[in-house]
């Protein structure tokens, strides 16, 4: 019989900065791009690819390699999305959409990202790396992630349970055997859901909840609530691969650094916020209409 623990269950954190640029800060830097096909003299790059009259330089593919390689991804096909790119952006300014109030408001929306996350960036890059003896409490501190470290098979239901019908799926899930148990039930009672499965270190799970997982045995469930109803994970099973002090050293000391820099960035926008004079219209005084915006949080050390 599974035993059933309640929790939440997301995805891994966002770091402090992360790395994907959104599409319209992508057309921003294409679109208000200097015209380098009309520059005289030599290009002050290299010149990797030409485009109708339009060339491509080796410092556009270099960012382009670096933003992907900062997110895991790989740089493979890097020119070719530039290329593809550069004849849209030409078509788009052929239809002087560069002119469009709707886009030019977007580059005034995406300036103002740009220059708050360049300020933050610069405000946070002093931030001194941790000693030897901060590393080595981290790594005692969370023998889930390292000396315990496990890889976690689980199967994942995401249910569109009504509100007032969670605490009958709790105790459904409590009293069943087994997960196939909980899906003929779901099934019986025309309850939709969504079966995924997936394979996890344990660094790719939320920091907050990695100990509830780390004290799961093998077909143990966990459920907590969403936005669209409940999410019960199945532990399917699990094996431990340990990660050493030596091995685990760089990740710690970028986790320890990103939680740095978090902490000094929130700090910096209270100051800020402190110091300036904010008024606001009576529209947007309510609660919920206006928010101070948050310092994106440290990642989970990988």
């Not at 470290?149 to 899930?173: G, N």
């Not at 110091?275 to 949080?297: F, K, L, W």
Request: glycine share 4%; with cysteine.
């Amino acid at each position: 019989m599974s035993s059933l623990e309640r929790g939440a269950f997301s995805g891994p954190f966002s770091g402090p900065f992360p790395g994907a640029i959104p599409a319209v800060l992508l057309a921003v830097f294409l679109l208000n791009a200097c015209s380098k096909g009309e520059a005289e003299g030599k290009p002050a790059f290299d010149v990797v690819a030409k485009v109708n009259e339009q060339e491509i330089q080796a410092n556009e593919l270099n960012s382009v390699a670096a933003r992907a390689a900062s997110q895991g991804a790989t740089e493979t096909g890097a020119l070719e999305r530039l290329i593809d790119q550069e004849l849209m952006v030409q078509q788009a300014r052929e239809r002087r959409l560069d002119r469009d109030p709707r886009v030019l408001q977007s580059f005034e929306a995406a300036q103002r990202e740009i220059l708050a996350r360049a300020y933050l960036e610069q405000v946070t890059e002093q931030i001194p790396p941790p000693g030897d003896a901060e590393i080595s409490a981290f790594h005692a501190a969370h023998p889930e992630l390292f000396a315990r470290r496990r890889i976690y098979s689980l199967q994942e239901l995401e249910v569109r349970v009504p509100v007032e019908r969670f605490d009958e799926l709790e105790r459904v899930s409590a009293k069943a055997a087994g997960v196939d148990e909980v899906k003929d039930w779901l099934a019986r009672e025309r309850i939709e859901f969504r079966v995924t499965t997936a394979v996890k270190p344990a660094e790719q799970l939320p920091l907050e909840s990695l100990k509830g997982f780390a004290r799961m045995k093998d077909g143990q469930m966990v459920l907590s609530r969403t936005g669209s109803g409940a999410l019960l994970v199945h532990l399917v099973t699990s094996r431990e691969q340990p990660v050493d002090l030596a091995t685990a050293r760089p990740m710690i000391e970028r986790y320890l650094v990103n939680e740095r820099k978090t902490a000094l960035a929130k700090a910096e926008v209270e100051r800020l916020r402190d110091g300036a004079r904010i008024e606001y219209a009576p529209a947007a005084a309510t609660p919920n209409a206006v928010a101070p915006a948050e310092p994106p949080r440290a990642s989970v050390p990988r």
